[in-house]
């Protein structure tokens, strides 16, 4: 019998669906999926076991192995569903801010923060990609590559736009990303902070290091949406 690939085990979002980067629906993952999530969360990829993840499940070994290769495959499948989640919605900020830089970067930081928070969980396995082989790695890599190119490729708009005085944009860019990125080993949903709290508080500080002081506000339609609190 034909092994299912563990990709096609997740429900994608499509692209119609995808308007406001600022709603999180709750994922729909596959019951092993599910399992396993809250097994790499609670004890890192190391930690958990492929027989972990059937007990969690109610399966057998074997039949886990039906929809995934092996642990790795259950690992780089959730990996993927969470760089595809942030990138999209990284892009979908960025599109909603037209051509002002300030307010393209001051959305897509926001719309990093607000995965960071939301969808804790997945945001965790981040540090844990080096356990990936090579070409699952780099697979990975390449579409978190896209975020940081898109945020580098902001940040020198702003700076031929004259708003933003960085020197160094790629690696301004990747400070800040790298900034929003280590929520995901901190954060607890029940703590004092919302999450669109914390993304106006990193939005505040990653314009301050591109050298803006006053979070810029859109105008027209775009200002009568929902915003991050100050």
């Not at 994608?12 to 993952?29: I, V």
């Not at 929520?183 to 990193?202: F, K």
């Not at 803006?212 to 506000?217: E, G, S, Y």
């Not at 339609?221 to 915003?227: F, Y």
Request: with cysteine; aromatic share 8%; net charge positive.
């Amino acid at each position: 019998m034909a092994r299912r690939n563990g990709a096609a085990a997740v429900k994608h979002t499509e692209p119609a669906q995808r308007a406001d980067w600022r709603h999180f629906e709750p994922l729909e993952l596959t019951p092993i999926l599910a399992a396993a999530l809250e097994a790499f969360y609670e004890h890192g990829f190391h930690g958990t076991t492929v027989r972990d993840i059937a007990r969690r499940v109610g399966q057998t070994v074997p039949s886990l192995y039906y929809h995934h290769e092996n642990k790795e495959g259950v690992f780089a499948t959730l990996l993927e569903m969470g760089t595809g989640d942030v990138a999209w919605r990284a892009e979908a900020a960025a599109a909603e801010a037209g051509e002002r830089a300030d307010l393209r970067f001051a959305y897509v930081v926001e719309a990093v923060v607000l995965y960071m928070t939301h969808r804790v969980r997945l945001a965790a396995l981040d540090p844990e990609l080096r356990h990936l082989s090579p070409p699952k790695r780099k697979r990975y890599a390449a579409r978190r590559k896209e975020v940081e190119n898109l945020m580098a490729g902001i940040v020198e708009d702003g700076v031929r736009q004259g708003v933003f005085t960085a020197e160094l944009p790629a690696e301004t860019a990747r400070a800040v990303l790298g900034m929003c990125q280590s929520i995901g080993r901190w954060y607890q949903p029940s703590g004092p902070l919302a999450p669109e709290e914390l993304a106006g508080r990193y939005v505040d500080i990653a314009l301050m290091a591109v050298g803006v002081r006053k979070r810029p506000q859109p105008k027209g339609p775009q200002g009568r949406r929902a915003r991050v609190r100050a």
